[in-house]
């Protein structure tokens, strides 16, 4: 079975530091790893995503996450954190051999203060 | 484009009353999704579509239905209401697989008194 862990429900930072958001997950086979965000009372919106490839990737609004086979994480990074980034972050991922369905984490809080 | 878009925003409902959860995408996407959301916990899948007339349960089915008659539309179906079933519901489509980029309608908040 697949499942995905977010040990932090919340993680505070200042504005103008670095932030990381904690992911780690386990699956059976490869692993499909995705990171949305949701703002109060709207849907989640994609970050991004790592597939295959380059274990560093790059997404939306300077945000970048790291793959590491070897500690099964996926931790989201930003190397400035906004007052704007106050959001809820969910890990998600999906087991290549467990068909349809993506599996997400219990989110974390993230709060940057100014 | 409008996007994925949910009807209605917020709706109370008494134990076993029924009612209709609307979902709608203009992007021409084939997969269609049913999320629930319970406080402090993650997203988990009701039902899912990968094309018109093709339905398939996730993880959390029981108590609800879905249909596809259309690639636009993906409505949700409570047919007794539950307490259990006060969530806020999530509607998502992408364009071919599990793998694409899902885009998320703004949500529905039910409450079963």
């Known amino acids: 079975a697949q499942s995905v862990a977010q040990p932090e429900d919340q993680v505070n930072v200042a504005e103008g530091n670095p932030l990381t958001v904690k992911c780690t997950y386990s699956?059976?086979?490869?692993?499909?790893l995705f990171w949305y965000v949701q703002y109060p009372n709207r849907g989640l919106q994609f970050l991004l995503k790592?597939?295959?490839?380059?274990?560093l990737v790059k997404g939306s609004y300077g945000f970048e996450a790291e793959f590491n086979k070897s500690q099964t994480s996926f931790h989201l990074k930003k190397p400035s954190a906004l007052v704007s980034d106050s959001a809820l972050y969910f890990c998600?991922?999906?087991?290549?051999?467990?068909?349809?369905?993506?599996?997400f984490g219990g989110g974390t809080r993230l709060m940057v203060k100014p | 484009n409008a996007g994925v878009t949910q009807t209605p925003k917020f709706r109370i409902l008494k134990i076993g009353q029924s009612m209709t959860l609307q979902c709608a995408q203009d992007?021409?996407?084939?997969?269609m999704y049913w999320y629930r959301q319970d406080p402090g916990m993650g997203l988990k899948l009701i039902y899912y579509?990968?094309?018109?007339?093709?339905?398939d349960k996730g993880e959390v089915p029981n108590g609800y239905n879905v249909s596809r008659s259309t690639t636009e539309d993906f409505p949700l179906r409570l047919e007794l209401a539950a307490p259990s079933q006060t969530s806020v519901y999530f509607c998502?489509?992408?364009?071919?697989?599990?793998?694409?980029?899902?885009?998320f309608g703004p949500g529905t908040r039910l409450t079963v008194l």
């Open positions: 579509s990968v094309g018109a007339g093709i339905t």
């Open positions: 790592y597939i295959t490839g380059d274990n």
């Open positions: 992007m021409n996407h084939n997969y």
């Open positions: 998600a991922v999906r087991d290549e051999n467990a068909g349809n369905m993506l599996t």
């Open positions: 699956v059976s086979g490869n692993p499909y």
């Open positions: 998502a489509s992408s364009y071919s697989s599990l793998l694409d980029t899902q885009y």
